[in-house]
C-alpha cells in the first residue's frame, strides 16, 4: 500500500538525507548490509525480551532499508546487481527479525506458539515471490494491505508490550494471508484474461513503472511483452518531447 500509494512522497522526503550520507561517504551497498546488522540487534535485543531497545533498532533497520535506494540514485550508481541484493537482504533481514520473536516465544509461552512467526515469514515469502513470478511473465503483482514497510510496521506496534504481542501477530498473519491471497487472484485474472480492460491498466502502470526503472538503470524488464510494452511507451514519450520541442521552436521563430 506504501508503495504504490506513498512512495513517490517517501523518495522526495528520503532525498535529503541521501545526499547528506553520499558527502559522508556512504554507499548503497553499505547502507543495505548495515540494514541487515541492525536486523540481527534486533533481533537480539527482541529475542532476550528487551523489546523498548528492539523498537529503536527496528526504526533503525527500517531507516536503512528506506535509504539504501536514495544513497544509490543521489551517487547514481543504482544497478541491477545493487537491486538483486537490497532483494536478498530484505528476505534475510524478515527471517532474522521474525526468528528473534519466535525465540522469545519459545522461551517464555508454552505450546507452539513460536511457530507463528515462522507462519507469517513463510506467507511473506509468498507474497514476494509472487510478485517476482508475475513481472517475470510480464504481468503486475504489487499493492495490498500487508505489504513489506506495513509488515515491518505492525511488527513495532507487536514489540510494545508482551501482552499485545501474540494478538498482534495473529492480525499481521491474517492481513499477511489477505494480501497473499489478493495478489494471487489480481494475477490469476491478468493471466486467465477474464479482465482485459484492468489487464490493460495494470500493464501501462507496470510499463511506466519498468521505463522509470530503466532511466535509472535499476532494472530491465526481462519478459518480451514487458520489453515490447516498456519501449513502445518510452517510443511515445519521446515522440511526445520531440513534438513539443520542435512547437516550442517554431513559436519562438513565429513570435
Given amino acids: 500500500m506504501f508503495d504504490g500509494r506513498w512512495r513517490t512522497g517517501v523518495d522526495r522526503a528520503a532525498r535529503p538525507f541521501g545526499v547528506f550520507l553520499v558527502k559522508a561517504g556512504a554507499t548503497a551497498d553499505l547502507m543495505t548490509f548495515s540494514g541487515v546488522c541492525f536486523a540481527i540487534a534486533t533481533a537480539v535485543a527482541v529475542g532476550t525480551g528487551h523489546f523498548p531497545l ?10 536503512h532499508d528506506a535509504l ?11 544497478s541491477v546487481r545493487g537491486a538483486f541484493f537490497d532483494s536478498v537482504a530484505d528476505r534475510l533481514t524478515d527471517a532474522i527479525l521474525l526468528g528473534g520473536v519466535a525465540y522469545w516465544l519459545s522461551v517464555h509461552r508454552s505450546g507452539s506458539i513460536e511457530l507463528l512467526p515462522f507462519a507469517i515469514l513463510t506467507v511473506s515469502f509468498l507474497i514476494s515471490y509472487e510478485r517476482a513470478k508475475a513481472e517475470s511473465l510480464g504481468l503486475y503483482a504489487k499493492g495490498g494491505l500487508m505489504e513489506r514497510a506495513e509488515r515491518t510496521i505492525l511488527l513495532g506496534v507487536a514489540l510494545l508490550g508482551p501482552s499485545i504481542l501474540v494478538p498482534t501477530l495473529w492480525v499481521l498473519l491474517g492481513l499477511t ?6 495478489r494471487f487472484l ?3 485474472r491478468q493471466a486467465s484474461g477474464q479482465d482485459e480492460d484492468t489487464r490493460f491498466a495494470l500493464r501501462m502502470a507496470q510499463a511506466k513503472t519498468y521505463w522509470r526503472d530503466a532511466q535509472h538503470g535499476t532494472w530491465r524488464p526481462k519478459s ?11 517510443g511515445r514519450r519521446s515522440r511526445r518531447g520531440a513534438q513539443e520541442s520542435h512547437s516550442r ?7
Fill in 54 to 63: 528492539g523498537i529503536v533498532l527496528l526504526t533503525l533497520t527500517g531507516f
Fill in 224 to 234: 518480451r511483452d514487458a520489453q515490447v510494452t516498456a519501449k513502445a511507451l518510452g
Fill in 177 to 182: 494471508t489477505c494480501t497473499a491471497f489478493g
Fill in 68 to 78: 539504501d535506494g536514495a544513497v544509490a540514485k543521489v551517487a547514481g550508481t543504482s
Fill in 249 to 255: 521552436r517554431d513559436n519562438q521563430q513565429n513570435s
Fill in 186 to 188: 489480481r494475477v490469476w
